[in-house]
């Protein structure tokens, strides 16, 4: 396996991307082209299982991060939310191993429901209501 840049190496991103499952599973499809693939092209057992090997991986440092704040969801945006059930059951079963009991019960895993478009859309509408705000006061 390659390497990745070295500006990655050691983050969560060369382990965690879209880009990188795009890779592992056009790898798993002879004559897939990962810049052409999306996180749900495929639906079988193996893809499932590199999903849900992510989730397991993102879920770990999601569960410090359930453990600090303690929120009533984790939402998966962006390409990610796109990626179906096995990301999301992988995600909760490292909650549940590694986050604090109640704080992990109390913490739903959910896709976000914008989908592909959930931080722009989001971005535009705080633009917006930034915008209200400030033409109100003036």
Same mark, same amino acid.
């Given at each position: 396996?390659?390497l990745?840049?070295l @500006?990655?190496f /050691? $983050?969560?991103e060369?382990?965690i991307? #879209?880009?990188?499952f $795009?890779?592992? %599973?056009?790898?798993?499809h002879?004559g897939?082209?990962?810049?052409h693939?999306g996180?749900?092209?495929?639906q079988?057992?193996v893809t499932? @299982? %590199?999903?849900?090997?992510a989730?397991?991986?993102?879920?770990r440092?999601f569960a410090d991060?359930?453990?600090?704040l303690n929120?009533?969801?984790?939402?998966?945006?962006? @390409?990610? /939310?796109?990626a179906g059930?096995a990301?999301i059951? /992988? #995600?909760?079963?490292?909650?549940?191993r590694?986050?604090q009991?109640a704080?992990a019960?109390?913490?739903?895993?959910v896709p976000a429901? !914008?989908?592909e @478009?959930?931080e722009?859309t /989001?971005?535009?509408q !705080?633009?917006?209501? !930034?915008?209200?705000r400030r033409?109100a006061s003036d």
């Amino acid at each position: 396996a390659e390497l990745p840049p070295l @500006r990655n190496f /050691g $983050c969560l991103e060369a382990v965690i991307s #879209v880009d990188t499952f $795009c890779q592992q %599973i056009a790898h798993t499809h002879p004559g897939s082209d990962p810049d052409h693939i999306g996180l749900n092209t495929f639906q079988d057992e193996v893809t499932d @299982r %590199i999903l849900n090997e992510a989730g397991r991986t993102l879920g770990r440092v999601f569960a410090d991060m359930v453990n600090l704040l303690n929120p009533q969801a984790v939402v998966l945006g962006g @390409r990610l /939310g796109t990626a179906g059930p096995a990301l999301i059951r /992988g #995600v909760e079963a490292s909650l549940q191993r590694w986050a604090q009991p109640a704080t992990a019960a109390a913490a739903k895993v959910v896709p976000a429901l !914008l989908g592909e @478009r959930a931080e722009l859309t /989001g971005a535009l509408q !705080l633009a917006a209501a !930034l915008a209200a705000r400030r033409n109100a006061s003036d």
